[in-house]
């Protein structure tokens, strides 16, 4: 392998642009292809929690500028997790009083994501499906993308997400559980008519309210310390349900138009609290979007080599436990730091791939187990 590597990223997501900022700024040469045509082609979701971890992965990943930029544009700090009956009983509350400005607990994901593109223009290629891999006789690796074309690297990190294309190819064996849960994802600009109903826990953190029969909604407020262009602050409003209460079949359910989404979300939480109901009766319709909730089931080490995996691609989870970004985080700084220390001659790269897998993969794992724990509590129906 040359002095100077270049290491090709599938999927410009959380994980693969935190890892190219990291190398990139490690000064090692990159490229991220990314499928979206443009940053904002299609709606990324929400607010996501950032959890201790995930802010020590931001320290490590990005340059103190892009830090910066991705600080000012997160949300206000929460301090509460909690958890509810339909009728707005509290069941469970943990809080977190204090946390300086310096920690981010919460961001908008395309706010988020957008922050993490500071600066890397020259380096991100929209509009590049890479739908396969070849390893050359030199040991390189040389992509494909839908859209036509080629380019070759030293290595590649499939940061491609839970459809990963690089993982179908590189691990055929690995399978994805579908957890036979939806969530119809969506949220109520807070304005001076909306902001009095909210109850007062849900101003402050992540709340989630359940009833008996396999439904839930999730809240937390989306309060951003300063305002990009196009940015308001919202309540996320999210229902979660199993298959069989929301008796859809999922050709139906992703077939449906945002409104009718909506209307699905107010009618699975009709009978309960009046305040749950008041805000689902104010959220915005056009904002609904279904989600399947997934798990990837634990794979064993497999033989390290110039590709590998990061994030969902490997260790997709359901968002239960709120962790799935900031693992992925983590992912991408436990391999630019192994791939760093190999650019500063210190140990070769493939030392480099296997020292950052024989991290990644228990600790991935562990954490879908963690987050699988998590929804069957959630859900017993599921379990
Ligand atoms: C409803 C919901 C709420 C969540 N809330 C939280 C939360 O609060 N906290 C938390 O930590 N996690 C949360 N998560 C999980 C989190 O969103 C993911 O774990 C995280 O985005 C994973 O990052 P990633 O970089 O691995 O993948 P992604 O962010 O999904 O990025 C993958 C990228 O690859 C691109 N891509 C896909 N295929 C190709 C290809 N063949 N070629 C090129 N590009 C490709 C995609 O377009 C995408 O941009 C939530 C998830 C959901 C669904």
Known sequence: MSDNPKILIAGGGLGGLALAQALRHGGLDVAVYEQDPTPQIRNQGYRIHIDPDGNAALRTCLPPDVLGVVRDTAGINGDLVAMYT?????????????????EITNVDRNTFRRGLLTGLSEVVHFG??????????????RVEFTEGGT???????????????????????????????RCIYGRMTITEATEPLIPEDFHRGFCWVADESGC????????????????????????VATTERLALSDDEL????????????VEATADWHPAVREIFAHADPETFFPITLRAGRRID???????TLLGDAIHTMPPTGGVGANTALQDAATLATELL?????EQSYPHAIAAYEAVMLPRGFDTVDRSLQMAAQMFPQTA
């Open 86 to 102: 339909h009728q707005l009983n509290q069941t469970m509350a943990l809080t977190f009083p204090n946390t300086s400005d310096a």
């Open 341 to 345: 220390t190999a650019a500063r001659g």
């Open 301 to 307: 080490p497999w033989q390290s080599g110039p590709v």
């Open 254 to 265: 992703f077939a449906l138009p945002p409104e009718q989404l909506w209307k699905i979300a």
């Open 216 to 239: 839930g909604a999730g809240f937390a407020p989306q309060r951003f310390r300063s305002h990009p262009a196009g940015t308001e602050d919202y309540l996320m409003t999210t229902v």
């Open 151 to 181: 380019d070759e690297g030293d290595l590649l990190i499939g940061a491609d997400g839970v459809g990963s294309a690089i993982r179908r190819q590189l691990l055929p064996h690995a399978t994805v559980l579908n957890l036979g849960l």
């Open 128 to 141: 590049h499906t890479v739908s396969a891999y070849e390893v050359t006789e030199s040991g390189r690796v």
